[in-house]
């Protein structure tokens, strides 16, 4: 947790590396991803670049593994998931021979894909043949009929025209257009037959159904012939010899079904040996798109180099964390070594004043709770970071809202279900999945924390537990439940004045004005928590100043802002519990009793607006003597405040400067990087920090009082559920009782799942996250760095895998 304290250190080095061992030393850095590189050729065309070409053999490779990858898909084979053993680089000679691997396989699958296509072709026109010899048989009506248009096929001056024809098949989908056609062209001179083949056909290239239908175009005249030759072209039909002779058809028809039998054969042989080659590769191809990532991200890395004159040396760029610094130094050892290189890499810490990326290490664990902070803004270089508190403050300040037991239970077993089966779960790569599954540890934390909540609140799905005996005494019997029914806690006659070991009393659930007292209750809470949660954000700025040694900035800023939010809204909790403590039902003094206790909130507007309030009848106006002469002391410190932060900061620069001179430390310590701003704007930040920091005290606190509305209005939602859903199967007796409550179960089950634990448990993680980045962080977090990516083949294999 140390480390999340705050970012990382980070300097800036210089790596000095001979050509040779270039690429095995960025090799041993990918792995690592402990360097983020920077571009020393921004000016120079990414096309004129000293490792442009090995980008593109890398390309051509990717091209030739996407190419089988799409062939494995094709023919639905699979391949092994390498997510847990993932290949190391190669080193350079190995690329040749990948290079060779897969120039040799894409030939060989190429080869029998076109050798398939060729035989599936054949294997296609030779049914459609078949189908043409089947179907035409009905066509002709008999022998007769056959040997008569024979006769009369060959003379043209006979007195009979002779009648002509062609058979072929057709797409399904262009048979009433090019009817239609056929029609139009010969003007009725046309007799089409026709019939559907009933198995579909199956397209050599795209694999896709094709149904298709066997026609026969009947005319008179080799001018009209030649036409309908022209229209079968047009629309795409496939035309087949079909002889007149009843004979010859069927001699043919046997002979077409044999060609058919071989060639089906062969074909069964040519799927078997495409099926061995690409299943002998199919295990090959995820190493090899692997591979081809790393080399192709490595001469990326290496293009952002530069060359030294003499062209014996290349020299980059990096922020590196300090804490790894040796880890890049034993890399540069082992790419040097693995090449055999004499001459060794260097590593040089050069200084510099541009800001380093901020880089804060985390885990499982605390990762989703640091994509919250970073989702508002990355954390300034070495700036304290907010997720730490996060994971305490958030999900404590969610059960605040969502506090039942019931509810909790069901949020904690679905986190826990995530956390124990993580890692089978981690493999659905869904978008929304992901972005829910990286939360799994705050949906866990969240599901706690309402189960502690829930159990403050004795709430479990709108029921209550008398765990610990109640501390009040009930006088109802059956006279008075039936002429009122309505039960009213009054502290002064029923309370056995022994407080409940923890928690609410049960018998406040049953008591008509329960939402009285949890009104006051849960309000009072939430403006407590919130107070504190405020005053620990404006105390995280003291660990800034004094970090970035800017202490001056704690007398000009923080006493101020601490005072005033501690005179005011600080009194105002104090109040709260003195009011708890000093005013009690069964006190013999008049005006410490129940019916003087003043309001906390009219008092407080009393004591801003500087007015008196005339008290009943034996009570008095104010909690305690002295308290209108504090009030008054309060105010008037507070009111200092205002000027003290609108100017006591923008002075100080001004005669910081005119003492030292703009350049000097002592005037940057005190006034950081407003040294070449001018007075006047100066003058004009302060007054909109000033005006933004007082109103906000005040809208911020408000703003807590989410946790009031939202608590009590589930609680509300979850008991009118109860009352309108469940209840009807407890009101049924016997048999029928059972089954009702059976029956009517399963809807409240869904209704509480999907509403009160789904919508509601949205809004309030979204209300949590608003009084972080708003409330919280806005009191000492400025969020104005820029992430540390390094670069890391992990990294690299992650993005494409959601791009996918």
Known sequence: ???????????????????????????????????????????????????????????????????????????????????????????????????????????????????????????????????????????????????????????????????????????????????????????????????PIEKPFTDPRSGDEIYKIVFVAFFQGEQLKSRVKKICSGYHASLYPCPNEYNERAEMLQGVRTRIEDLNMVINQTKDQRQRVLISVAKEVPKWEIIVKKVKAIYHTLNMFNVDVSKKCLFG?????????????????????????????????????????TFNRTNKFTQGFQNLIESYGVASYREANPALYTIITFPFLFAIMFGDLGHGLILLLLGLWMVLWE??????????????????????????????????????????MNIFGSSWQINYNTSTIMTNPDLQLNPGEDY???????????????????????????????????????IFGVCMSVVNNTHFKKKINILLDFIPQLMFLVLLFLYMCFMMFFKWVQYTAVTDVDHLKPGCAPSVLIMFINM???????????????????????????????????????????????????????????????????????????????SIHCIEYILSTISHTASYLRLWALSLAHAQLSEVLYNMVFTIGLKSTGYTGAI??????????????????????????????????????????????????????????DAENEEK
């Not at 190419?67 to 080193?91: A, G, H």
């Not at 923890?502 to 928590?529: H, Q, R, T, V």
């Not at 507070?638 to 430390?665: E, M, Q, S, V």
């Not at 979204?766 to 400025?782: A, D, G, I, P, Q």
């Open 1 to 195: 947790m140390g480390a999340m304290f705050r970012s990382e250190q980070m300097d800036l080095v210089q790596l000095l590396i001979q050509p040779e061992a270039a690429y095995s030393s960025l090799a041993e850095l990918g792995e690592l991803g402990i360097a983020q590189f920077r571009d020393l050729n921004a000016d120079v065309n990414v096309f004129q670049r000293k490792y442009t070409s090995e980008i593109r053999r890398c390309e051509e490779m990717e091209r030739k593994i996407g190419y089988i990858r799409r062939e494995l898909t094709k023919d639905e084979v699979p391949t092994p998931d390498l997510s847990d053993n993932i290949p190391r680089t190669p080193n350079s000679r190995e690329i040749i021979d990948l290079e060779a691997a897969l120039e040799k396989t894409e030939n060989e699958i190429i080869e029998l894909s076109e050798n398939s296509h060729a035989l599936l072709q054949n294997f296609m026109e030779l049914t459609e043949l078949k189908s043409v010899l089947e179907k035409t048989q009905g066509f002709f009506s008999d022998k007769s009929a056959a040997l008569n248009l024979e006769a009369t096929g060959g003379d043209p001056g006979s007195e009979n025209k002779p009648l002509g024809f062609v058979a072929g098949v057709i797409p399904r989908e262009r048979v009433i257009g090019f009817e239609r056609m056929l029609w139009r062209v010969s003007r009725g001179n046309v007799f089409l037959r026709q019939a």
């Open 317 to 357: 760029e990096a922020w590196v964390p300090t804490s790894n610094l040796q880890d890049v130094k034993n890399a540069l050892i082992a790419g040097s070594s693995a090449v055999g290189s004499t001459v060794p890499s260097f590593l040089n810490v050069i200084s510099t004043h541009e800001a380093p990326p």
């Open 423 to 464: 890692k089978s779960l981690a493999r659905n790569k869904d978008e929304i999945w992901q972005l829910f599954f990286g939360g799994r540890y705050i949906i866990l934390l969240m599901g706690i924390f309402s189960m502690y909540t829930g159990f403050v609140y004795n709430d479990i799905f709108s029921k209550t």
């Open 496 to 534: 056995s004045e022994t407080v409940y070991w923890y928690g609410l009393d049960p018998a406040w659930m049953l008591a008509s004005n329960k939402i009285i007292f949890l009104n006051s209750f849960k309000m009072k809470l939430s403006i407590i928590f919130g107070v504190v949660h405020m």
């Open 608 to 686: 801003m607006l500087f007015k008196r309030q005339e008290p009943l009848e034996t009570c008095k106006e104010f909690m305690f003597d002295g308290q209108q002469t504090i009030q008054m002391v309060f105010i008037f410190l507070a009111l200092i405040c205002i000027p003290w932060l609108l100017l006591a900061k923008p002075f100080y620069i001004k005669f910081t400067r005119k003492n030292h001179g703009a350049g000097d430390h002592v005037a940057s310590s005190g006034h950081g990087d407003h040294d070449d701003e001018p007075m006047s704007e100066i003058f004009i930040h302060q």
């Open 740 to 797: 009702m409550i059976y029956v009517v179960f399963w809807p409240w089950a869904v209704l509480t799942i999907g509403i009160l634990v789904g919508m509601e448990g949205l809004s309030a993680f979204l209300h949590t996250l608003r009084l972080h980045w708003v409330e919280f962080m806005s009191k000492f977090y400025e969020g104005l760095g820029y992430p540390f990516q390094p670069f890391s083949f992990q990294a690299i294999l």
